[in-house]
C-alpha cells in the first residue's frame, strides 16, 4: 500500500506561481513512477506531467510545457510540482498518483495509488 498526500494548494492570481507537493509513505521503496493529474468541475481527470523514479525522465501535457515542471525528492519521498505563469483555466482539483508500471503512463488508468487531491484556484 502507498499512501498519497498532496500539499500546497490555494487561491492566486493569474500569472503567479504555485507549488505542489505529493509526500508518498507505504511502498516507496520499490521506485515509483509518481504522475500529477487535474480535474475541473464537470470535466474529466486530465494528465499533467510525470516523473521516473530517477527524475531523468519527465513529461508534461502540452498544454503545461514550458510552464509546469515536476520534480522528486526521493530521499525525502516527496514529489513537486512547480506551477508558474498560471492561468485560470489551470483552476482544477490536482491529484498525485503513483504507478509501477514499466513505461510511464500519461493516462490516469495507468495509475495504481492516488491522493485526496488539492483545490488550486487561479482568479483572472
Known amino acids: 500500500q502507498v499512501q498519497l498526500v498532496e500539499s500546497g494548494g490555494g487561491l492566486v492570481q493569474a500569472g503567479g506561481s504555485l507549488r505542489l507537493s505529493c509526500a508518498a509513505s507505504?511502498?516507496?521503496?520499490?521506485?515509483?513512477?509518481m504522475g500529477w493529474f487535474r480535474q475541473a468541475p464537470g470535466k474529466e481527470r486530465e494528465f499533467v506531467a510525470a516523473i521516473s523514479w530517477t527524475g531523468g525522465r519527465t513529461y508534461y501535457a502540452d498544454s503545461m510545457k514550458g510552464r509546469f515542471t515536476i520534480s522528486r525528492d526521493n530521499a525525502q519521498n516527496t514529489v513537486y510540482l512547480q506551477m508558474n505563469s498560471l492561468k485560470p483555466e489551470d483552476t482544477a482539483v490536482y491529484y498525485c498518483a503513483a504507478t509501477w508500471k514499466s513505461y510511464i503512463p500519461s493516462n490516469s488508468l495507468g495509475y495504481d495509488y492516488w491522493g485526496q487531491g488539492t483545490q488550486v484556484t487561479v482568479s483572472s
Open positions: 507505504g511502498r516507496t521503496f520499490s521506485k515509483p513512477i
